[in-house]
């Protein structure tokens, strides 16, 4: 069992003053299989009104608009997670059964369905099924699928943005964990798996000290349906385990962006963002 602390800060410097912005935070974890969230907390900054409530797909949102002229909007959110190894449990359900389930629960047809982000090229669809034609096991099927685009596509940050698709990330096989985890996503629901995209953070050092505190970053994998949900890490290539702390799940990223609004005001603005991750036992 790993206790972790979390500390993400983000917000938007503008170029000049704007006169309000309306915005949408997630960016706290929830207590789920796997992880107890013992505390956390939103600051925000400007102080706003704010409205918390938890989405269509289990996420904690808080909403709030700042009505005040500001030229910077600051959010910080703390959270400590006790985060133990998931066990995944071998189920025996075959294509058929799965093409049942994924039919007739609503849930899993909006996790069948691929979106503009998700959608594969033709030739991963093609490689996709050619892995699922050699296994009676979509569990199975579905860990070759990540494991091999994991391999294929070089975690490279810069190469991508917020709204590069799958196929763009493909061809050029360089990304970040969302591109990765939106190419597994696209290949395993071509081969009629319903995948689900995950975010949340990753400690990046496994043998990290009590009490070192490490640079890190927001993070996204893949759960998929094959009998219950299963994660995976495929930018990493490892199981969903005691360094995974789960804070989203949706379609694709547009369903979990930490940090999304409007503001008014003629200005530009630009995007920044800090996450220290600290292993507290």
Not at 92 to 101: H, I, M, P, T
Not at 187 to 206: E, T
């Amino acid at each position: 069992m790993n206790r972790l602390r979390i500390r993400h800060v983000t917000g938007y410097r503008y170029e000049g003053e704007v006169q309000a912005s309306y915005n949408e935070a997630r960016m706290l974890p929830v207590s789920s299989e796997g992880q107890f969230v013992l505390h956390s907390s939103l600051d925000i900054a400007p102080v706003s009104s704010s409205h918390n409530y938890v989405d269509y797909w289990g996420t904690r949102v808080s909403s709030f608009e700042v009505l005040t002229p500001h030229r910077e909007l600051s959010l910080t959110a703390t959270s400590l997670v006790e985060v133990r190894n998931r066990a995944h449990t071998p189920h025996a359900v075959d294509w058929e059964l799965l093409a049942d389930a994924a039919a007739t629960s609503t849930t899993y047809v909006e996790q069948a369905k691929q979106t503009k982000l998700t959608a594969p090229a033709d030739d991963l669809a093609a490689l996709a099924e050619e892995i699922a034609s050699k296994h009676s096991s979509p569990c199975d099927a579905a860990l070759e699928v990540c494991n091999e685009i994991g391999r294929q596509v070089e975690y490279v940050q810069g190469v991508t943005g917020v709204q590069s698709t799958a196929r763009e990330a493909w061809i050029d096989k360089r990304g970040v964990c969302q591109d990765i985890t939106h190419l597994a996503i696209g290949a395993l629901r071509s081969i009629g798996i319903p995948a689900r995209y995950v975010s949340g953070y990753l400690h990046p050092k496994p043998n990290a000290e009590i009490g070192e505190t490490i640079a890190g970053e927001s993070h996204a994998w893949v759960e998929w349906f094959c009998g219950d949900w299963r994660g995976f890490d495929p930018t990493n290539q490892i199981d969903i385990g005691e360094r995974h702390v789960i804070v989203g799940r949706g379609r694709d990223y547009n369903d979990v962006a930490p940090l999304r609004g409007v503001y008014a005001g003629p200005f530009g603005s630009e995007l920044f963002v800090k996450v220290e991750i600290t292993r507290e036992s």
